[in-house]
Each structure stands twice: as structure tokens, then as C-alpha cells.
């Protein structure tokens, strides 16, 4: 015995469902992005908000130190600039 005249959700059921469970993760993925503290890692710290946008510049010495410990400079000429340094 047939139900319904021989005309069932079974064809066209799998897709509703299918379609509601889409709905529910589409609805929990913009819920989650809308919390609060949530950040954008395509956008730069500075910009959304979790590091101040202004930073400190670095002083001349600072400058001089960083470039001889990486290399950039020898010994000479490291002493040589912090001498120009601070006779300014």
C-alpha cells in the first residue's frame, strides 16, 4: 500500500535538509565573526584596534645599536657614529 499516492518527500527531502544545515553554519559563521575581540588577520594590528596605531619612533643610538648587531656595520664605524652622535 502506497501513501500519499505514490508521491514521497524522499526525492526532494535529502535537499531541504541539506539546505537547512547550510542556513544554521552560515548563521553560526556570521555570529562568530560579529563577536566582539574577535580580529581580522588580513587587517594590520595597528588597525583593528588590538595594538595602538601610534608607535614610538626609535631614537638615532637605537638605530646605530640594531644595525651593528645585525651586521650592517663594523666596529669602527659603530664608534665613529655614536662619537657624531653626541657631539651633536
Not at 548563521?27 to 583593528?48: D, K, Y
Not at 595602538?52 to 651593528?68: C, M, S, V, W
Request: no cysteine; charged share 20%.
Amino acid at each position: 500500500m502506497m501513501w500519499g499516492n505514490g508521491y514521497t518527500m524522499m526525492g526532494w527531502g535529502w535537499l531541504a535538509g541539506a539546505v537547512v544545515v547550510i542556513l544554521i553554519v552560515v548563521a553560526v559563521i556570521v555570529v562568530v565573526r560579529m563577536l566582539p575581540g574577535r580580529t581580522n588577520p588580513s587587517v594590520p594590528r595597528e588597525q583593528n584596534g588590538s595594538l595602538p596605531a601610534i608607535t614610538l619612533a626609535k631614537t638615532p643610538r637605537q638605530i646605530l645599536d640594531e644595525r651593528y648587531a645585525h651586521g650592517d656595520l663594523t666596529t669602527e664605524e659603530y664608534r665613529e657614529r655614536i662619537e657624531n652622535l653626541g657631539s651633536a
